[in-house]
């Protein structure tokens, strides 16, 4: 071999040989550097953890709806203890750390210890022994507001650590930092004779201002409760939401759980429905598409529909309406009144499928919206059109969405024209959270045409007119759409279980709130105005008259 060819081979291997101390080097200082700091400084220090206490969670007027309470972690400096091991279980009780470990320098002795069981424990002045505060989570308003809270639990380090909703979301904020007892140890794990005892205080976690009103809350899981008993539904949802800033101003799901015991709770209800469940939402999504074909200019609440005289043949299958009746040269508020089927095929046809699939995109359904609580899932909407999924789109099959999306959308018509985010948490700590930039969809003229519109669905339907007067709203102008969503089985749509739903918002012309009742599978009756609908009905009254709204 040349010298030059050796030469070479020399070159390439010391190549070789820097990339991987490079490589190594990276690994050592950039992946695991925060590990073997940390292993270090078990090394060379011993470190008992001190917890910080939680940030609360506020509702809007201040007052906590979680909070913590006092609790004690009694501890112990093995290295002072002059009494033997047997004599401090006898006095305890039972403990949790090792005194018997000569290794051992700090030692947990006994974790969430009331007030009077740490005094008892300290009057004994035994040398070696201290405590520190150790807050756990207390939730003045029970179980009320569970999904949106979520809970404290523990990770794998045995750490508390928020899951689900709020603490889950904003566990950064909440959760603080530790603070440490730490005394410096020589190579064999004994602490160093002159070493110091050092403390490191623990930082508070940050309080959160949610927009929760504590009375709308109790107003909505009150009629939640009575509707899902009185109809045999398997579980229910109701969303109380500002449609001019997406604020949340109440949310309940039946089946709930206790935050504070949340370990006797099945685990399949910690997630919340309100934005992790997903489904086809029917006959409410018709003022959206509606909605749509105006603001393009492609229809008037006054346009008849040339081919609702009967059923509609497309793709393979056959369009009818719920209930099987026609009624030649509807108008398209007679369309929503009505809540026919083909009528809103017509609406479909006469927007196209660019169009009508980009205004399903402008709503953001098959997106997450952003809302600031842990498991929001993001529906899905279709990659793949034929003309029978188009038709059936328009009055909700073939697309899933999430009770916040709906309210969110519902909100674009209640707030003139703009797709806002919905959110809890207004401020941390003294510091607000500034709002999301509104996306404009709609035109003014555009909502407020399908705002009438609403206002008729509400005044002329017949299954819902009862309901408005016997919830005593004749006064008030309420705009509103009920649903009934066939749940799809193996491929195909069953008529004996239902997704009953009525959205809607109050008052009319402005807009206070949006509400959006879920009753899933009633067993008494299947059709979302008959069982969402008095739900919706005493909602909305209910919250008129605490927000003191004349008519």
Not at 218 to 233: D, N, Q, R
Request: hydrophobic fraction near 40%.
């Amino acid at each position: 071999m040349s010298f030059e060819a050796r030469l070479k081979v020399l070159t390439i291997f010391f190549l070789v040989f820097l990339c991987l101390i490079t490589v190594r080097l990276f690994y050592l200082q950039v992946i695991i550097g925060d590990k073997l700091v940390s292993a270090a400084q078990n090394q060379h220090f011993a470190e008992l953890e001190i917890p910080a206490q939680r940030g609360k969670i506020l509702a809007i007027d201040g007052t906590p709806i979680v909070t913590n309470h006092k609790s004690y972690l009694i501890f112990a400096n093995a290295k002072k203890i002059t009494v033997p091991p047997s004599e401090i279980l006898e006095k305890i009780g039972t403990i949790s750390g090792n005194l018997n470990d000569p290794k051992a320098i700090w030692v947990p002795l006994k974790s969430r210890v009331t007030k009077e069981e740490k005094d008892r424990i300290m009057n004994y002045k035994i040398t070696g022994i201290d405590y520190a505060e150790e807050p756990i989570r207390f939730y003045p308003e029970a179980s009320s507001a569970a999904h949106i809270l979520g809970f404290v639990g523990m990770d794998i380090n045995s750490r508390p650590k928020g899951y689900f909703g709020l603490e889950g979301n904003y566990e950064r904020e909440l959760s603080g930092r530790a603070g440490y007892k730490r005394l410096e140890k020589d190579a064999f794990g004994r602490p160093i004779a002159l070493a110091i005892e050092t403390t490191i205080p623990a930082e508070d976690g940050r309080d959160l201002t949610t927009s929760i009103d504590k009375t709308a809350q109790m107003i909505v899981e009150s009629h939640l409760k009575e509707g899902v008993k009185t109809w045999g539904a398997i579980s229910g949802t109701v969303i109380v939401m500002d449609p001019n800033i997406g604020s949340i101003i109440a949310m309940a799901s039946i089946p709930s759980y206790d935050p504070e015991k949340y370990t006797d709770y099945d685990s399949e209800l910690y997630k919340n429905p309100g934005v992790a469940e997903t489904f086809e939402p029917g006959s409410i999504m018709k003022p959206l598409i509606m909605a749509a074909a105006i603001n393009e200019n492609k229809l008037t609440p006054q346009t008849n529909c040339p081919v609702c005289a009967g059923p509609r043949s497309l793709g393979g299958g056959v369009i009818r309406t719920f209930n099987n009746q026609y009624h030649p040269n509807l108008t398209m508020t007679d369309v929503l009144v009505n809540s026919d089927n083909t009528g809103m095929v017509y609406v479909g046809e006469s927007l196209g499928k660019d169009l009508l699939l980009s205004y399903l995109y402008k709503y953001q359904f098959g997106q997450k919206t952003g809302i600031d609580l842990e498991e929001e899932e993001a529906g899905r909407v279709k990659t793949e059109w034929y003309p029978l999924d188009l038709a059936t789109v328009t009055f909700g099959q073939g697309v899933a969405v999430t009770p916040i999306q709906m309210a969110r959308g519902f909100s674009v018509i209640a707030n003139g024209g703009y797709l806002v985010t919905p959110h809890v948490v207004s401020k941390i700590n003294n510091y607000s959270v500034p709002p999301a930039t509104k996306v404009r969809i709609l035109s003014e003229e555009t909502a407020k045409k399908i705002t009438a519109m609403l206002v008729e669905v509400n005044l002329k339907s017949p299954l819902h007119f009862p309901l408005e007067r016997t919830a005593n709203l004749s006064h008030y102008k309420i705009a509103a759409k009920s649903g009934t969503a066939q749940i799809p089985i193996a491929g195909s749509y069953t008529d004996e279980k239902t997704i009953a739903s009525v959205i809607g918002f109050a008052p009319a012309d402005e807009p206070k709130f949006v509400v959006y009742v879920k009753l899933n599978e009633p067993q008494v009756r299947i059709w979302g105005s008959d069982t969402a609908g008095p739900v919706f009905y005493n909602i909305v009254r209910d919250l008129l008259l605490y927000y003191n709204v004349s008519p």
